[in-house]
């Protein structure tokens, strides 16, 4: 039992390129969610999912695409990067109302 | 101990001191509450939470009140030791069909040996 896997732990890209986050979970959760910290500030929610096949908006959204084609995944796609996505991106998953459970993050450089 | 809110971004305390470190939430429907602490180059650690129809729970050396007048969390160390140095966020759930977890800013705990 692995809990949240995220991959990679970290990346540099150049502006303009695009690249994915996964992140896997092994716990059978419904609900997962991509957030993004900035220094200086919390977390803030990018996209969420509460179950295979949906997905939908957080507080950040803009720049950003997930899927979540199976339930134990849920993928961060940026397809054009650019240096204000230079950030630790945290994904977390829950099994019900309770009892969030997150990775040990991303950190991505955009230059 | 010492008391401040998570608009002042770092909290002092003499180990061995009792640490109290506070947050004002934002929604009156928030359900469920979370104390996690964050390690530098690491993710958020639970350490505590609180469901909405409680108003206190103690854990292992922490506590947590909940004022729901007042819309108000605090998490309090007993006995501070430089192991509980990090940053502390609060965070709250708001329910419903697509219930989602919302972060305070956070504050630094800074143990002084």
């Known amino acids: 039992n692995a809990g949240v896997t995220q991959t990679p732990k970290f990346r540099v890209l150049k502006t303009g390129q695009s690249m994915t986050l996964l992140c896997a979970q092994d716990?059978?959760?419904?609900?997962m969610y991509w957030y993004r910290q900035d220094p200086g500030m919390g977390l803030r929610l990018i996209h969420y999912?509460?179950?295979?096949?949906?997905?939908a908006k957080g507080e950040v959204p803009d720049g950003y695409n997930v899927s979540r084609l199976k339930k134990q995944n849920f993928l961060l796609g940026l397809e054009s990067a650019a240096p204000s996505q230079t950030s630790v991106y945290f994904c977390?998953?829950?099994?019900?109302?309770?009892?969030?459970?997150f990775g040990s993050g991303t950190r991505l450089t955009v230059v | 101990g010492e008391s401040v809110g998570l608009h002042l971004p770092t909290l002092s305390v003499q180990e061995g001191d009792n640490s109290i470190i506070n947050c004002a939430y934002s929604?009156?429907?928030?359900?469920?509450f979370i104390w996690y602490k964050q390690e530098s180059g690491k993710g958020p650690q639970f350490i505590i939470d609180?469901?909405?129809?409680?108003d206190k729970r103690q854990g292992q050396r922490v506590t947590v009140l909940l004022n729901k007048t007042v819309k108000h969390l605090s998490l309090q160390i007993a006995a501070t030791q430089p192991g509980d140095s990090a940053v502390y966020f609060c965070?709250?759930?708001?329910?419903?069909?697509?219930?989602?977890?919302?972060f305070g800013k956070g504050i630094t705990l800074s143990v002084r040996p």
């Open positions: 716990m059978n959760h419904e609900y």
């Open positions: 929604n009156s429907a928030s359900d469920y």
């Open positions: 965070a709250e759930n708001i329910p419903g069909a697509n219930s989602k977890l919302t």
């Open positions: 609180i469901r909405s129809n409680m």
């Open positions: 999912s509460v179950g295979e096949g949906t997905t």
């Open positions: 977390a998953s829950r099994p019900g109302p309770y009892g969030y459970t």
